[in-house]
């Protein structure tokens, strides 16, 4: 099987299996989208909805998170992965914002990736699902299911390399909901340490589903 015989096989799967899918994050505009996303970094999507509501009803624009006690909003957020470091990136994130960019997340990749918190995966995440832009957000789990699904070689052995075949490969108009795809197969059916490849539709054609 080609490569891009292979995409195409998967893609086809995906899109008849969730042919509309989005973000698990809950948010009410694209600042508390930024806000998620950069809380979700090593925690999960359930843990981060937990704690936004209070958070975002506290602190729901720029403005007022910039203006906040680093001490106060650590208390919201605290049963997330490091609050302490994330508590401090988002009030210089909400500062930086009102200084240049009048309190609005900025949709270039660049301007995005100054923002305090903000990686290149969460710069992704922002310009596919507030934006609409062909941003492929490459997490542990996009790159676990990249790699055993045969979609990219073992010679991309960082997120980078992998976001660049996944975007090469992807024609632009699916990578937003491709990203998603991808996520949720690796976060509820190819699980890390024990894929469930019973109920995967993809079985057949996955290199790694043999070893399991």
Known sequence: MTRKERYKQVLAYFEELMPVVDTELE???????????????????????????????????????????????????????????????LVEMARLLIERHNGEVPNDMNMLLELPGVGRKTANVIQAVAFGRAAMAVDTHVFRVSHRLGLVSPKDNTPLLVEKTLTKNIPDDLIPRAHHWLLLHGRYVCTSRRPHCEQCGLSMLCPAAQSY
């Not at 704690?51 to 919201?76: G, K, Q």
């Open 27 to 89: 948010f009410g505009s694209i600042f508390q989208l930024l806000v998620a996303v950069i809380l979700s970094a090593q925690c999960t999507d359930k843990r981060v909805n937990q704690v936004t509501p209070e958070l975002f009803a506290r602190f729901p624009d720029a403005a007022s998170m910039a203006s906040a006690d680093i001490d106060e909003l650590f208390e919201y957020i605290k049963s997330v992965s490091y609050p302490n470091s994330k508590a401090r990136h």
